[in-house]
């Protein structure tokens, strides 16, 4: 089964743009969440998607956001881009259970440079 | 709220070393417990996962039992390679709500 992906890998965009990151979940996995990583925060929480519908939200500014298509794939969108989003993005995809304590499993992530 | 805390890097071992990596964590509730590793340019890779108190995990020559008297999930290897060489990172995960993360922990194996 392939794993999570994650387009592009690399991206360099200027202060002020806005750029879109792809995500496309694990076959059969419903729920994908997004996380930002960063040397000096680490990795913090974004957002997560289930059924097209956001359901979990880390505490980003509105610059930040996201939706879910009907085949779970994802995307999110950084506007404004300030020099501080340069930063690693990871997407990770779930069943999306009822428990919600399951496993999320990983992409290889977005390098996203601000300059 | 919920945190993790790891021990801090970087670790440097020769190979064939024993390998400690502490992970103790504040959770209310019954979380599930996760290490995931990640190499050089590359996301993170799922280790090991423990959904319950005294469950152990274990994946490639890594163990990690979670105890929840002590509230930690220390991960531990009999003998590393050069190749273990990575960032290793503890997470929780409640219901409803999102992986926390340590700090991760670097650690760099030489032979």
């Known amino acids: 089964k392939a794993g999570v992906t994650q387009t592009p890998r690399y991206l360099i965009k200027t202060r002020g743009q806005q750029v879109t990151l792809s995500c496309s979940p694990i076959s059969g996995h419903r729920s994908v969440s997004w996380y930002q990583q960063t040397p000096g925060q680490g990795l913090q929480f974004l957002f997560e998607y289930f059924s097209e519908t956001q359901r979990n939200k880390g505490n980003f500014p509105g610059r930040f956001s996201g939706r879910q298509f009907s085949n779970s794939r994802s995307e999110m969108n950084v506007s404004t881009l300030e020099l501080g989003d340069s930063a690693l993005y990871l997407c990770?995809?779930?069943?999306?259970?009822?428990?919600?304590?399951?496993?999320?499993?990983f992409g290889p992530g977005t390098r996203l440079l601000v300059l | 709220g919920d945190s993790v805390t790891q021990m801090e890097g970087p670790v440097t071992l020769s190979e064939e070393a024993f390998l400690t990596i502490n992970c103790t964590y504040t959770a209310t509730g019954y979380p599930s417990l996760f290490w995931y590793v990640q190499y050089p340019g590359e996301g993170l890779q799922l280790l090991l996962k423990a959904t319950k108190a005294d469950d152990k995990g274990s994946n490639k020559g890594f163990e990690a039992t979670y105890r929840k008297e002590t509230t930690s999930f220390h991960l531990e290897k009999g003998s590393v390679q050069v190749s273990d060489s990575a960032v290793y990172f503890c997470a929780l995960h409640q219901a409803g709500t999102a992986l926390i993360f340590g700090k991760g922990t670097t650690l760099s194996v030489s032979s």
């Open positions: 990770a995809s779930s069943l999306g259970d009822s428990d919600r304590r399951e496993t999320q499993y």
